[in-house]
C-alpha cells in the first residue's frame, strides 16, 4: 500500500498544502478549528511525515552516530550513556556502531554514515594516522569528534584522557609497593590508548629502576579471554622469571587475569599483584576488588556530543577544542599490600 501523502491529507480537510505544512511544523500560527480538522485527517488517513526526506531538504539531520571498539565493553556503554544525554536533550537520536576493533569494519560504518548524511559522527578510531574515512565526511561537512582519543589537528575537535599519565600512575604505585618484576598486558599496541598507557609505565619503571625491563605480553584484543590466556602464559615461565604484579590495559584483560589466578590458585595480590584501567563498574565488585585507573567516562561522552552539537550549529564560525581529562588511581584490594 502506498504512503498517504501530504496532498492527500489537505484534500479530505480541505485546507491547503501550506496550512498543512504549518500544522506540522508551526501549530500555533494555525487557528485551533483548522488544526484540528487537519489532525483528524491526518489521523483518518494514516499519514506519517518523512522526517528523513525533510531533514536531507533542510540540511540537518537529527541523527548523530558513535562508532565505538567494542560495545561489548563496558567503558564504552558509559560514554555511550552520556552523550545519549546531551544527544537526546537536543531533541536528537544516537545511533550506535561497533567496529569490534576492526578496521574494515570501521570504513564500512563510516560509508553507510556519509551517504545517510548523519549530522555528526563521535569515533574512537581503531587505528593511528591520517584516516580517508574521517576526511571524507568532514569534506561533506559532516562534523566529526574524536572520543577517548587525542586528535592532534587543529580541524578537529577531540576529547581524551591522559593516558600516558595514567600509566605511570599504576607503574609508580606497584613501584611504591615494593614490586620489582612487572608485566604490561593488553594489545594491540596499534591502538593508541594502548600504547600510550604502556609508554607511561615505561617511563615510570626506567626512572626508578633503569636495568630492569618492562615485560610486555601483547594481546589481540582487549577482552577477559585474551586476559586469561596472558595470565596463563605467565604462569607457564619459570618462577623466577615470572612477574609479581601486572599492570594490564584496561579491566577486561585484569578482570580475565584475576579468573585465571583464582583457578589457578595463585593469591592475588599475595603472589600477583594486579591493577586495571577505565574502573568499570565490575571492577570494584569482583571476588577481589581490583585496583584500576578511573577514567570520566560518563563524561567523556557528554563532552564529546556536546563539541559535536556546537560545531554542527555553529558551523565554519565554529573554534575546535581538544579537551583532555586527568586519570585518577583507585587502589583496592588487588594491589594494596606492600611486597616483602
Known amino acids: 500500500m502506498a504512503a498517504t501523502s501530504i496532498k492527500e491529507v489537505a484534500r479530505h480537510a480541505g485546507v491547503s498544502l501550506g496550512t498543512v505544512s504549518n500544522v506540522l511544523n508551526r501549530p500555533n500560527t494555525v487557528a485551533p478549528a483548522t488544526r484540528q480538522r487537519v489532525l483528524d485527517a491526518i489521523a483518518a488517513l494514516g499519514y506519517v511525515r518523512n522526517d528523513s526526506a525533510r531533514q536531507l531538504r533542510a540540511g540537518q539531520s537529527r541523527t548523530i552516530a558513535i562508532v565505538v571498539l567494542d560495545v561489548a565493553n563496558p567503558f564504552f556503554t558509559d560514554v555511550v550513556r552520556g552523550a545519549e544525554q546531551v544527544v537526546e536533550e537536543a531533541g536528537a537520536m544516537l545511533v550506535v556502531c561497533n567496529s569490534g576493533e576492526d578496521g574494515a569494519r570501521e570504513r564500512r560504518h563510516l560509508d553507510l554514515l556519509e551517504e545517510q548524511r548523519v549530522r555528526g559522527v563521535l569515533i574512537t578510531p581503531v587505528g593511528h594516522g591520517r584516516h580517508p574515512g574521517l576526511e571524507r565526511l568532514h569534506e561533506r561537512g559532516i562534523p566529526v569528534v574524536l572520543v577517548d582519543r587525542g586528535s592532534g589537528r587543529a580541524s578537529r575537535c577531540s576529547v581524551a584522557v591522559d593516558d600516558v599519565l595514567g600509566g605511570r600512575l599504576a607503574m609508580e604505585h606497584l613501584l611504591d609497593r615494593g614490586h620489582r618484576r612487572v608485566a604490561y598486558l593488553g594489545g594491540p599496541l596499534t591502538i593508541p590508548q594502548v600504547a600510550d598507557r604502556h609508554a607511561g609505565a615505561a617511563a615510570a619503571l626506567a626512572e626508578r629502576h633503569p636495568d630492569t625491563p618492562l615485560r610486555v605480553a601483547t594481546t589481540n584484543t582487549l577482552t577477559v579471554a585474551a586476559g586469561r590466556r596472558a595470565a596463563e602464559d605467565l604462569l607457564a615461565l619459570p618462577a623466577r622469571q615470572q612477574p609479581t604484579a601486572v599492570f594490564c590495559a584496561n579491566d577486561l584483560i585484569a578482570l580475565g587475569v584475576l579468573q585465571q589466578l583464582t583457578e589457578r590458585g595463585v593469591p592475588v595480590p599475595d603472589d ?19 585496583s584500576s585507573v578511573r577514567q570520566p567516562r560518563e563524561l567523556l561522552g557528554r563532552t564529546a556530543a556536546q563539541l559535536l552539537l556546537e560545531e554542527s550549529t555553529a558551523g565554519a564560525e565554529h573554534r575546535h577544542r581538544h579537551v583532555v581529562f586527568q586519570p585518577e588511581l583507585v587502589v583496592r584490594r588487588s594491589s594494596d599490600r606492600r611486597r616483602p
Open 272 to 290: 600477583m599483584a594486579i591493577v586495571g584501567y577505565d574502573d568499570i563498574e565490575f571492577a570494584g565488585a569482583a571476588a577481589v576488588p581490583l
